[in-house]
């Protein structure tokens, strides 16, 4: 879609085209911090942390202050897009729509930066969102003291659905994460030879299929988790055998105790393979995210605003079993997350997922109409 592009739909083709992993956003923070130099600033205090920026809009009366966040960081991912923008940094795309939350997220500021409402606004442009997480780092740094909100939103694009569509629920939207790295170390030697050898290849492929049990025979099948291995590292040469193994994955679950007797299933399976493998083993747990949690009241009050309002088709979805560090934020401040209809056949963190920008205004307008609700109440 290339017709006539607003100017926060051109933003988002901008930023499309630039990027950046976690905690190295730094053309995404220049970019997004020249538009802001361009608002009117009486009303505005910015400040940076790390890659990401913070920025309040003083309200007129204030007696409270609203948050909204945006993420973004970028996913190593080459890009198969047929986007004219496409990605000019080889081996990262936007593949998760970071590029069109920041887009809503300066339509929102720049709305309230010509226009304050009564309370202030904290506008959160967050780094790292895709690991190793930036929401809890963020929420204990100096810079965000003193601006902290009392009600915080956020978004994350939906494939599934139209544009023109919010979908949320009350209480538990996306599940608690943790990152999973296994590394195994056998012996290496020549390809002929497996018997002077201890390959790792093979113990790594036994692992994988060992950890689908953990689902299929460790788990009341009325909960829900999910084992992905989405990395192997093995080897150097199709004639050596393997003396190191990597995998990578990540769990998920809807509960913290879930997660413990995942966590204890894969320490019980790579003990065991450590014996029948006589391998070396090592886990790390690399980060984890608690679950998003949005506060019923709030979440009920926005699902009734969006019904009234009228100009988005409003979706009660179920849970899903993505992960987002915007669950720190809700740990600590009252607020909810929705989707936003992007209509695209490819999902998230898919090589030729083209999201519809054509979303990105009418996500702007509901956001304002409702934070100038809530701030009149
Ligand atoms: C919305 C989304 O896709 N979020 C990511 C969060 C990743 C958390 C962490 N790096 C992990 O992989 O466990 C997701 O993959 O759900």
């Not at 592009?5 to 950046?20: D, G």
């Not at 991912?77 to 936007?94: C, K, L």
């Not at 929401?135 to 740094?141: D, N």
């Not at 829900?224 to 190191?244: C, L």
Request: aromatic share 8%.
């Amino acid at each position: 879609m290339t017709t006539q592009a607003s100017s926060f739909v051109e933003l988002r083709r901008q930023l499309h085209q630039i990027p950046e992993p976690g905690f190295q956003e730094f053309k995404t923070q220049a970019v997004l911090l020249e538009r802001i130099a361009a608002l009117p600033q009486e009303h505005l205090e910015v400040r940076t942390w790390r890659t990401g920026i913070l920025v309040r809009v003083k309200g007129t009366a204030p007696r409270r202050t609203f948050g909204y966040r945006a993420d973004m960081d970028a996913l190593p991912i080459e890009e198969n897009t047929s986007y004219p923008f496409r990605s000019q940094h080889p081996g990262y795309m936007h593949a998760c729509g970071h590029d069109l939350h920041m887009a809503i997220g300066m339509g929102v500021l720049s709305a309230f930066a010509k226009q304050p409402m009564s309370d202030d606004l904290v506008l959160v442009f967050q780094p790292a969102e895709e690991g190793p997480g930036g929401a809890l780092p963020m929420l204990g740094s100096q810079e965000l003291q003193g601006m902290m909100p009392d009600q915080m939103v956020a978004l994350h694009i939906a494939p599934e659905y139209p544009v023109g569509t919010i979908a949320t629920k009350p209480g538990i939207l996306f599940a608690n994460t943790s990152e999973l790295f296994i590394d195994l170390t056998g012996k290496g030697g020549h390809a002929a030879f497996p018997h002077q050898a201890n390959d790792m290849v093979v113990a790594a492929a036994q692992l994988v299929g060992q950890l689908q049990t953990i689902v299929a025979r460790n788990i009341n099948p009325l909960d829900s988790v999910v084992v992905t291995i989405g990395k192997i590292e093995g080897g150097t040469k199709q004639n050596i055998i393997a003396e190191k193994a990597r995998l990578e994955g990540t769990i998920r679950t809807m509960s913290i105790d879930t997660m413990r007797r995942v966590k204890a299933r894969i320490e019980a399976l790579v003990s065991g393979l450590e014996t029948a493998f006589d391998c070396k083993a090592s886990i790390d747990y690399g980060s984890n995210y608690c679950q998003v949690y949005n506060n019923p009241a709030v979440t009920e009050e926005f699902m009734n605003f969006v019904r009234t309002d009228g100009a988005m088709n409003l979706i009660e979805c179920t849970e899903a079993m993505t992960g987002e560090d915007f669950g720190y934020f809700l740990e600590r401040i009252p607020g909810f997350m929705f989707w936003l209809g992007v209509d695209t056949p490819y999902g998230l963190h898919h090589a030729s997922i083209e999201p519809n920008d054509q979303a990105v205004d009418p996500a702007i307008e509901v956001i304002v109409r409702y934070l100038r609700w809530k701030s009149a109440q």
